[in-house]
């Protein structure tokens, strides 16, 4: 079964860091992008960070650049999204998904381009 699984997420406070996992099982992770969106309640679904097969990264915003980073370990199918110097504009819950493409050219943080999802893990910045 093709599938993605979040983990990661919790309480931090403001300036905290977390880092979320995404394992991926039924496919082969280095074969495909994989990107992480985020939804807080009430509010659209926002791209965040992407990475490419070559590992070069897609992120949404200067912001989110400066203080988020990628990486993927394909050895353990996995993809790590790094979070630091958190704020309370953070808080969501965070989804990662799988490319439909195979061996796409880069990463674009668009929903459509993303066929398979988890159920996402919550992050929640707050003193």
């Excluded at 992120?59 to 790590?80: A, Q």
């Excluded at 110097?85 to 993303?114: E, S």
């Amino acid at each position: 079964q093709v599938q993605v699984v979040e983990s990661g997420g919790g309480l931090v406070q403001p300036g905290g860091s977390l880092t979320l996992s995404c394992t991926a099982s039924g496919f082969d992770l280095r074969s495909y992008a994989i990107a992480w969106f985020r939804q807080a309640p009430g509010k659209e679904r926002q791209g965040v960070f992407c990475i490419s097969t070559s590992d070069a990264p897609g992120y949404y915003t200067l912001d989110l650049k400066d203080r988020f980073t990628i990486s993927r370990d394909n050895s353990k199918n996995t993809v790590y999204l790094h979070m630091n110097n958190l704020k309370p504009g953070d808080t969501a819950r965070y989804f990662c998904a799988k490319d439909v493409l195979q061996f796409r050219n880069g990463c674009a943080l668009t929903a459509d381009l993303y066929d398979v999802w988890g159920q996402g893990t919550q992050v929640t910045v707050s003193s």
